[in-house]
């Protein structure tokens, strides 16, 4: 049992087990406060870029990022009281962060519930007793190992015993396995469902997932008095900015790097047809179309270009070109040039701007009529997206993935990748637009190079 720290008397078991129920009553200083939340983003981030990758066929399997598991993944690990209520705090104040949109919740609920299962095997906790802790009502009943009902759940478990004996088994209400594996069969007595120990862990994590769900709602709705205490609104803005450079700085290092810098005014046509994200080839086409962009929709675009590695010149070039039919010299001087000089950090606050994150499009407001900003897979509707799929010349198969996951857009953009480059490795799709963009114009440079072997005859 390895609940406790080598050296340390501190045990975590299912008596203190976080529930997550009240925030700790603790004084605590702000910048450590910004560290133990900084610690739960990197937590969060990796354990998403896990789960990421385990919902694809990548080749790009789970060791890339497991080998990235820095420490700093485990900051956040249960070895004292004073880091169990560290843990608590940052639970909280992090879901102020991701609890605006149903989307954002139900992404969070789905990571936090990932750490806390891994939690709970790595401490081994005593399930029965936690499931009691949560008040999920759960029963024991003796049952002969020859029993039918026994015998469903061995089928279950693929546990196979010829020895008949007597077993304790549990019973559970039937409405909390209503969302495990569907196909799974279960014996339902009087409202009970018969469980194994073994499962009791999957119904502990879809209950904390569901009041995760609940806790992330409530916390929206008093988002505006938590923000009134201009602490932590400080604190919260501080976090969205860092997790942002962050992505900034890692675009400069890994992305940049990787496309050498090299796309350039000239490429940009060609690199809208095949290798931007959804989101982008969108924008890109309205913009083309209609000679003409929405504040959001440019916001959003020109920080991808900057983000690409376009200079400030040739984006002031590009715009300018693609506004000419509807917009005189004078006017985009006026109008529009100051705006992407500020984007590029030379005008107002001068502030370094980030390219946005998949997770800030689609916590931006649904684009009216006239507007392109946004994530397809979320602002699309069902016929909308599937016709521009289809004029991208995806085959019905790929449209079908596609089209069964747009309700969870970053695994949609996933599959939309495999769709265009089949079999090219990927990292962090879903994640980033800039992301999307370095791994198609890796796999593209891959295809070029294969088509530059020559053969020679003997
Ligand atoms: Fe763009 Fe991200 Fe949506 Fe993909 S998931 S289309 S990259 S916003």
């Known amino acids: 049992m ?52 385990q919902t694809t066929n990548s080749n790009v399997k789970n060791q890339n990022i497991l080998k990235n598991k820095t420490e700093d993944t485990n900051l956040i690990d249960l070895y004292s009281e004073e880091n169990l209520s560290n843990d608590n705090l940052s639970f909280f104040l992090i879901a102020c962060l991701f609890c605006k949109t149903e989307l954002e919740r139900l992404w969070l609920a789905n990571i936090e519930t990932k750490i806390y299962e891994e939690r709970l095997q790595k401490f081994n906790v005593d399930t029965i007793n936690l499931l009691s802790i949560m008040k999920i009502p759960i029963q024991f009943e003796k049952l002969m ?18 020895e008949i004996k007597e077993v304790e088994v549990i019973k559970i209400p039937f409405e909390y396995v209503l969302n ?12 009970f469902v018969y469980i194994t120990r073994a499962e009791a862990i999957s119904i502990i994590c879809n209950n904390f997932k569901e009041e995760c769900i609940k ?34 700085r890692n675009l400069k290092k890994d992305t940049l790097k990787n496309i050498d810098g090299k796309v350039t005014l000239e490429d940009i046509e060609y690199h ?61 001087n006026k109008d529009y040039a100051y705006n992407l ?41 069902d016929d909308k997206l599937k016709s521009l799929l289809y004029e991208l010349r995806l085959k019905e198969l790929d449209v079908s993935k596609i089209m069964e996951k747009k309700k969870e857009p970053p695994i949609a953009c996933i599959k939309f990748f495999e769709a265009r480059f089949p079999d090219t490795p990927f990292e962090k799709v879903g994640v980033h637009p800039n992301y999307y963009f370095e791994s198609a114009y890796k796999g593209l ?9 020559v053969i020679e005859d003997n």
């Not at 925030?23 to 605590?28: A, D, R």
């Not at 495990?180 to 409202?191: D, N, R, Y």
């Not at 590029?344 to 499009?361: F, N, T, V």
């Not at 440079?445 to 072997?453: A, Q």
């Open 272 to 332: 809208a047809q095949n290798n931007y994200p959804l989101c982008m080839y969108v924008i890109h086409k309205n913009l083309t179309n209609d000679s003409h962009l929405k504040h959001n929709g440019r916001l959003q675009y020109s920080l991808f270009l900057k983000g690409l590695g376009l200079s400030l010149n040739d984006s002031l070039k590009f715009w300018q070109n693609k506004f000419s039919a509807k917009t005189s010299l004078d006017k985009f």
């Open 145 to 162: 190992t020859s029993d039918t009902k026994y015998k469903l759940i061995n089928f279950r478990s693929n546990i196979l015993t010829n």
């Open 2 to 53: 390895k609940s406790t720290k080598e050296g340390s008397k501190f045990t975590i078991n299912h008596s203190n087990f976080p529930l997550y129920n009240e925030l700790p009553n603790l004084k605590i200083q702000l910048d450590k406060t910004l560290k133990i939340c900084e610690q739960r983003l990197k937590l969060i981030d990796f354990y998403d870029q896990l789960s990421l990758q």
């Open 180 to 191: 495990l594996v569907p196909s799974m069969e279960f014996h339902i007595q009087k409202g």
């Open 341 to 381: 000089r500020h984007t590029y950090g030379l005008e107002g606050k001068r502030s370094d701007y980030p390219p946005y994150s998949c997770s800030k499009i689609l916590a931006l407001p649904l684009p009216n009529m006239q507007e392109s900003h946004g994530c397809p897979f979320k602002t699309f509707s």
């Open 215 to 248: 806790k992330y709602t409530n916390i929206n709705k008093s988002l505006e008095r938590i923000n009134s205490d201009i602490r932590i609104s400080n604190l919260l803005k501080d976090l969205e900015k860092e997790r942002e450079e962050n992505k900034i």
């Open 445 to 453: 440079k891959k295809k070029k190079n294969k088509s530059s072997i």
